[in-house]
């Protein structure tokens, strides 16, 4: 592969994984037209409510494209049916649970996140709308992220570009056109990820490697058997613990902006809605990595595993001096598109600076990331989240006493930066792992 190739990929998957917090980031920049900034924080909260809830269960996405991806590149069918089935009844068991105990998860999220008041109210509304889409939503992981492992990009940019497009349409009719404030911003959700999940259905029945095989009759044995689906629980464990860690720190961090006041409170949603799109670019960049790692399994080619190393390095020092140029330059501009409210928006500037120094710290773990998946050896990833996580903590305390709100920026912004340094401090385990894989196929 070149250069050239990568990007080929790359970019269609950066456009695809940029809608992804756009679902969010629209959700609280409709509402933030809204004068009161209430509104704001109250889709914040609810948007941190399902965050937990999906990025929970985000492993379905990323190991469901992995494993696709080796059995791509191995030409194996019946392991590509596996990779595709197996984990699209895993996550209609989750979102079908999810609905059944909806109640005491709005309870203990809300309880522990500290709202009162309206904000408490405003984001239970929210929640009680969006929460019948939680199957669709995790189904539609599994679909994305198989098409990813089949590198069929234009189908996975179409779901997801078709999904923002008409939730941003609908978002807009239901609170600016019709005064339907946070039941018209929770539908439009709710409809486009249902919708998104309907179009998966039409194009994976279309799908040559699912072809013949999509009736659940004629595909169910063997589905649940094999080292496969072994490997399946081994992978989702370590990307659900850290998954979890990530929670801890983004829930931690939304609930110790409680305490400073239901204007900082907005401030700091509009800064984290603008981080998830700066971090989604560098997941475009790690998709196309885990897809070039991941048949570089299926492949056993040791060539184009150390391409897809390469490439994620050179890139992810490229994307961070821009993203970082861009936001710098454009911030204002940025930060209004999200709300009306002066007094908020003078918050964002004063905190804005933190956000500038996320690229460069966090690049290299979120890219790099990607190459763990690919191999799916996430081991790695789980104990340097593990690593992050406990500096996270060993900082914020007494910063946060000392420097308040600047304090709690600190340590994310450290957090961003541990994950980076302790993946890559796992880069060469992981070239030792995948050299004795080529070697041990070499003597069988």
């Given at each position: ?202 194009i994976l029945a279309k799908t040559d490697q699912l072809k013949g ?62 981080h998830y799109i700066m971090a989604y670019f560098y997941d475009g ?160």
């Amino acid at each position: 592969m070149t250069t050239r190739s990568y990007l080929y990929l790359a970019i269609p998957l950066i456009i695809s994984t940029i809608t992804v917090p756009l679902l969010g980031a629209v959700d609280t920049a409709v509402v933030g037209q809204i004068p009161n900034p209430v509104y704001i924080g109250g889709i914040a909260v609810g948007t941190v409510i399902f965050n937990t809830m999906y990025w929970l269960f985000g492993f379905l996405r990323v190991s469901t494209s992995g494993f696709a991806a080796q059995a791509h590149g191995a030409n194996d069918s019946t392991r590509m049916a596996k990779s595709f089935y197996q984990p699209i009844i895993l996550a209609f068991c989750i979102g079908v649970i999810f609905i059944l105990l909806q109640k005491p998860i709005l309870y203990f999220a809300q309880l522990f996140l500290g709202v009162t008041g309206d904000v408490k109210q405003i984001s239970a509304d929210y929640y009680n709308i969006r929460i019948w889409g939680a199957p669709f939503t995790l189904m539609n992981y599994v679909i994305v992220g198989w098409l990813l492992g089949m590198a069929k990009i234009k189908w996975t940019v179409f779901i997801q570009v078709l999904m923002n497009v008409l939730n941003m349409i609908l978002a807009y009719l239901f609170v600016i056109v019709f005064p339907f404030q946070t039941a018209g911003v929770a539908s439009a959700t709710l409809i486009a990820e249902i919708t998104a999940f309907i179009l998966g259905v039409v194009i994976l029945a279309k799908t040559d490697q699912l072809k013949g095989t999509f009736s659940f009759l004629s595909s169910w044995s063997g589905m649940l058997e094999g080292t496969q689906i072994k490997k399946m629980f081994i992978v989702n464990r370590d990307l659900f613990i850290r998954t979890i860690c990530l929670l801890i720190v983004f829930n931690t961090f939304t609930a110790k902006g409680t305490a400073y006041g239901t204007e900082v409170l907005a401030a700091n949603a509009i800064l984290i809605q603008i981080h998830y799109i700066m971090a989604y670019f560098y997941d475009g960049l790690a998709n196309a990595s885990s897809i070039i790692t991941g048949r570089a399994v299926g492949q056993k080619n040791n060539e184009l595993y150390a391409f897809s190393v390469k490439m994620s390095f050179i890139w992810s020092i490229l994307f961070s001096a821009v993203i970082t140029a861009v936001f710098l330059l454009f911030r204002t501009e940025i930060l209004s598109f999200f709300t009306v409210s002066e007094e908020v928006l003078a918050i964002g500037e004063e905190y804005s600076l933190w956000l500038a120094l996320f690229p460069i710290c966090a690049s290299f773990g979120l890219v790099f990331y990607g190459i763990f998946t690919g191999a799916t050896e996430v081991g790695y990833v789980r104990n340097s989240m593990i690593g992050a996580v406990t500096l996270f903590f060993v900082v914020l305390f007494p910063a946060a006493d000392s420097w308040g709100n600047h304090g709690l920026w600190l340590a994310f912004i450290i957090f961003s930066l541990a994950r980076s340094v302790l993946l890559l401090l796992y880069m060469p385990k992981l070239a030792q792992r995948f050299t004795a894989f080529l070697n041990k196929d070499v003597k069988t």
